[in-house]
């Protein structure tokens, strides 16, 4: 136990109240500065679609944090559609699908519902809860206040302080344009819930699955259209409305099996939309003040990934239980650059395969890649290997699925045991 160490956190999402909670567990004071109240998240607009897997919420359920076990309806499972392409004759027609079943539900619980929940329960637990937007200056008087001071500000514009890491980046510029649209009234999958992925070539990927939102259980629909292409149509949806009907456009004229259940669908609230873009970007994990003193970065500041794979939550749940382990580990000794720095590297290890299997999802599909999903209709744990590696373990993708050699390997192995 530490009692004597305070620890600042600036942001208060999945991994700055996730941190601060499992801080406070192990005997810190912390103090946790967010830019809105609970009360302004509860009641503003929706930010992710959040979709976390068992590990992610394992740590959750570590501290205490498992809110909704009963409110939130489960997601089952991952279905996976492709399209054939333009141009080809079977155009727009599914060239692939097969759906398999998670070992463990995924959840996802409306941020607006979880952060401002998990806000109080922060407080009850003897938190220090600062409600300002804290400058480059703030961090300046943190530092000097506190052993040590972590961003968890997400796309925070102070986030910037921390220098891109152009090694460890791969892209430069956003590679979709994003929109939520949370729905009620969607018919719910054949045989089981699950993230269902459509991929249209050249165009870009909608998914959606189930998820509990302010007013009870909900639908959440995601675009990801590839830049200047058909699915990059948001910012002439002004709006609810407008977002609306851009959503079941796209659906009718590009998926007709979603358009279907999507035939009674209407917005959750006014506020259950979202549109934007960002680029992909690693960031160097320690930024050094004017004076000299150093601050951390953790989850979205240092390793932001494209939302197409759903990791970000995931990751930063996974973040902040790996940077909670160094810190208690680290006993009295003062958290410095080198402590900063190899806490980061120790998450980056983990962290390198979300990014590396989100980047590559965003580009064409490889050979390798289609001819393995078109054999996950026929051999069914290749789709269960995915599902489970994708979604909690992405280090496992990088034995069979990336590489065509392994992949060629694992089929031929999957062949011969037939
Ligand atoms: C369209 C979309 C869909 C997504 N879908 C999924 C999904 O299905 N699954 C998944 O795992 N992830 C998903 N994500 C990503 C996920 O939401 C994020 O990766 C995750 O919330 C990051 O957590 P974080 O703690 O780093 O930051 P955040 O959760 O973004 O929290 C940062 C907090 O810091 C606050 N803040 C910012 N600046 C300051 C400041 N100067 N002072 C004080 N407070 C500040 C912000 O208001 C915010 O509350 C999605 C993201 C988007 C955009």
């Not at 649209?181 to 993230?195: C, E, F, K, L, Q």
């Not at 000794?333 to 590297?345: A, H, I, K, L, V």
């Not at 999802?361 to 078109?374: A, D, G, R, S, T």
């Amino acid at each position: 136990m530490s009692p004597n160490r305070e620890i600042t956190i600036v942001g208060a999402g999945q991994s700055g109240l996730q941190l601060a909670i499992g801080l406070l567990a192990a005997g810190f004071q912390v103090r946790l500065v967010s830019d809105r109240t609970g009360a302004e998240i509860a009641a503003g607009r929706v930010t992710s679609s959040q979709c976390m897997f068992d590990t992610a919420l394992g740590h959750e359920r570590a501290l205490g944090l498992d809110f909704w076990a009963d409110a939130v309806p489960p997601i089952d499972g991952i279905a996976m559609t492709i399209l054939n392409p333009p141009g080809t004759p079977l155009a727009g027609s599914k060239a692939i699908e097969w759906a398999a079943r998670l070992d463990a539900p995924a959840q996802s619980v409306d941020q607006r519902v979880k952060m401002s929940a998990f806000m109080a329960e922060f407080v009850r637990r003897g938190g220090e809860l600062v409600i300002h937007e804290a400058s480059v200056e703030d961090l300046e008087i943190y530092t000097q206040q506190s052993d040590m001071v972590i961003v968890a500000a997400g796309k925070g514009a102070i986030a910037k302080l921390f220098a891109r890491d152009a090694q460890r980046s791969y892209f430069d510029s956003p590679q979709r344009a994003l929109a939520l649209t949370y729905v009620n009234g969607m018919a719910p999958r054949p045989d089981h819930s699950a993230v269902g992925y459509n991929i249209i070539p050249g165009v870009g990927e909608y998914f959606t699955f189930p998820a509990l939102t302010l007013t009870g259980p909900c639908d959440i629909m995601v675009f990801e259209g590839i830049p200047g292409g058909p699915w990059d149509c948001w910012a002439d949806a002004r709006t609810p409305e407008q977002h609306f009907e851009t959503s079941q456009r796209l659906v009718s004229e590009f998926l007709p099996w979603e358009a279907e259940r999507c035939r009674n669908v209407s917005l959750t609230d006014e506020l259950g939309t979202l549109a934007g873009r960002f680029p992909p970007t690693v960031r160097h994990p320690v930024a050094t003040l004017d004076s000299g003193r150093k601050v951390l970065g953790m989850a979205d500041v240092v390793v932001l990934n494209d939302p197409l794979t759903g990791q970000g939550s995931n990751n930063a749940s996974k973040c902040a239980a790996m940077y909670l382990g160094s810190i208690v580990k680290h006993g009295d000794r003062p958290f410095d650059q080198e402590f900063m720095q190899s806490t980061f590297e120790n998450y980056w290890e983990y962290a390198q395969f979300v990014t590396a299997f989100t980047n590559s999802m965003l580009l064409p599909p490889p050979p390798h890649v289609l001819e393995l999903f078109k054999a996950a209709e026929t051999y069914s744990e290749i789709g269960h290997r995915f599902a489970a590696a994708a979604a909690d373990d992405a280090r496992d993708l990088f034995t069979w699925f990336t590489d065509p050699e392994l992949a060629q390997g694992y089929l031929s192995g999957l062949v011969a045991m037939r």
